[in-house]
Nanobody
Framework: QVQLVESGGGLVQARGSLRLSCAASGPTFNTYPMSWFRQAPGKEREFVAGITGIGFTRHADSVKGRFTISRENANNTMFLQMNSLKPEDTAVYYC????????????????????WGQGTQVTVSS
């Protein structure tokens, strides 16, 4: 079983930065693809960025060049560095893990993930 706990959210002004963390527990964490999703009020949960166990990454077009996903397998932690934040980035950000080993495939739909964190709120003011 994998447990995921997000942290690092908060209130920031537009053009500011935040760094989200996702702490994972579980014996095979470093083989799972992991991703960040976000959900704004009244909207569906959407893919933000994902990373495989060997570091292959994928970012949504809306965040390319501004957000960077990374992971430290030794510490069972995944990160999302968010720069040049915009008000439209305001959402609850969720960490997710897929219970299947993958080297280059990063799933982008919610139903492909087996474990979820509780979410952390990110609010960007204009």
């Amino acid at each position: 079983q994998v447990q995921l706990v997000e942290s690092g959210g908060g209130l920031v002004q537009a053009r500011g930065s935040l760094r989200l963390s996702c702490a994972a527990s579980g014996p095979t964490f470093n083989t799972y693809p992991m991703s960040w999703f976000r959900q704004a009020p009244g909207k569906e949960r959407e893919f933000v960025a994902g990373i495989t166990g060997i570091g292959f990454t994928r970012h949504a077009d809306s965040v390319k060049g501004r957000f960077t996903i990374s992971r430290e397998n030794a510490n069972n932690t995944m990160f999302l560095q968010m720069n040049s934040l915009k008000p439209e980035d305001t959402a609850v950000y969720y960490c997710a893990a897929r219970r299947a080993r993958s080297y280059t495939y990063v799933p982008v739909t919610t139903d492909e993930y087996d474990y979820w964190g509780q979410g952390t709120q990110v609010t960007v003011s204009s």
